[in-house]
């Protein structure tokens, strides 16, 4: 009697990093298109493909031990995303199977030779259930007197009152489109950046673009079907082009193109202050006309001493002045910003240059880190090293600032 066909897979991102969600996804329509099945659990599974994120120490802790519990069990486990590239060493003590990392996904085809369609020739996935993600927080129907006891008579008030008049403009001008449920557009993938504290860019590779036409073509395509909203993001979507004697300004130009006939919206998800800071002007019209809507800026820290060690090369004086700039053009932008606290060295007076930020920058939301230590990065030669009770201590600090300034917060490191 034959064995039966292995053709039942589970698939999982680790961590819910659109990128590799995104990979999933992409990693699912792999194998429908090469008739497996999909299944809902590892326990019904041939195969599982753990999709991995390396970005903090206690996300790499955690996936480590998840392997190490799923390796003896009776599928077989294929380890994916940034884990095999990042943290090679770690993942063999505790694994020996099959990996692959972010950086080379299509080797993919070389585990299952026999499948007809490769990894490349599969479509794109647009989707990421973010729920209602993009203007979550504009309601053009909520009364002047609800947004004053929820916001006080603030800077907080004035953006959103400019944020509902926009958004009601945006739904009158777009009936029965999809104005709600963002489709996520990745340009490029890789980095050209060498932070010195950074655990992925090995496991990302060097960037590789897509070209300017490919990308008109699933925009174009993704107009017709009627979607609106936009999320265009990379690992680095300011290197965008820079392999292919092109950049993110020029591309955002030809997109502008494409949709000229129509009102839509669009977020820029992880840009470099540096570019920002360098390129302002060609991002500005695009902040007048309110269709970007939304930036998601690194900024990491906002001590010029830290911001060198980090190898960032850009001066938070300049950061500042680009972001009252914007608020002037839009009062409405919405501006995220991501931080890391407890990098070797913060003394007190380093970090209250990151609440100062918080302060006068009023981001609409903020990502907050506690610093991860990889022995393989150049920041874990730098000393002295911040003890843990004072790291935690200022993300309760920082923590308690925010929340006074009703700005939202997101802990990136858990």
Not at 71 to 89: F, Q
Request: glycine share 4%.
């Amino acid at each position: 009697m034959s064995n039966p066909r292995k053709n039942k897979v589970f698939i999982s991102a680790a961590f819910a990093c659109p990128l590799r969600v995104l990979d999933s996804a992409k990693l699912k329509n792999y194998f429908l298109l090469n008739n497996y099945t999909i299944v809902d659990s590892y326990q019904h599974a041939d195969y599982y493909l753990y999709v991995t994120c390396s970005a903090t120490q206690p996300i790499v802790e955690s996936e480590l031990e998840t392997i190490n519990e799923i390796a003896n069990s009776s599928c077989e486990l294929i380890v994916m995303g940034c884990l095999p590239g990042a943290n090679s060493d770690e993942l063999s003590q505790v694994f020996r199977g099959k990996a692959i990392a972010t950086k080379n996904i299509e080797d993919i085809d070389s585990l299952f030779p026999d499948f007809r369609i490769p990894f490349n020739d599969v479509p794109e996935t647009y989707n990421y259930d973010y729920g209602n993600y993009v203007f979550a927080d504009a309601n053009p129907n909520e009364s002047l007197i609800s947004l004053i006891l929820k916001y006080g008579v603030s800077h907080n008030l004035r953006r959103h009152l400019h944020r509902n008049s926009d958004y009601k403009k945006y739904r009158d001008e777009n009936p029965g489109k999809n104005i709600s449920e963002p489709r996520f557009v990745k340009i490029c993938s890789g980095c050209a950046n060498n932070c010195s504290y950074c655990n992925i860019r090995e496991a990302v590779g060097k960037v590789k673009s897509k070209s300017t036409e490919l990308l008109n073509r699933e925009y174009s395509e993704l107009l017709e079907q009627g979607n609106r909203l936009f999320h265009f993001l990379a690992e680095d979507i300011c290197s965008y082009g820079l392999d292919i004697k092109s950049s993110l300004q020029e591309l955002l130009v030809s997109l502008q193109r494409t949709d000229s006939e129509f009102n839509t919206k669009w977020s820029l998800e992880g840009m470099h202050p540096a570019w920002l800071i360098k390129h302002q002007n060609e991002l500005f019209p695009f902040i007048k006309s309110k269709k970007v809507w939304e930036i998601t800026l690194s900024v990491e820290h906002a001590s010029d001493r830290i911001l060198k060690l980090m190898n960032r090369h850009y001066k938070i004086a300049d950061l500042k002045q680009v972001l009252k700039t914007l608020r002037k053009l839009n009062l409405g932008v919405k501006i995220n910003a991501m931080f890391i606290l407890g990098f070797p060295s913060e003394t007190e007076e380093d970090f209250n240059q990151v609440i100062d930020l918080f302060k006068t920058a009023r981001f609409d939301c903020v990502t907050l880190s506690a610093y991860s230590e990889f022995t393989k990065r150049a920041s874990s030669q730098i000393l002295p090293k911040v003890p843990n009770d004072i790291v935690h201590e200022r993300l309760n600090k920082a923590n308690r600032v925010l929340m006074k300034l009703k700005t939202p917060i997101i802990r990136g490191d858990v």
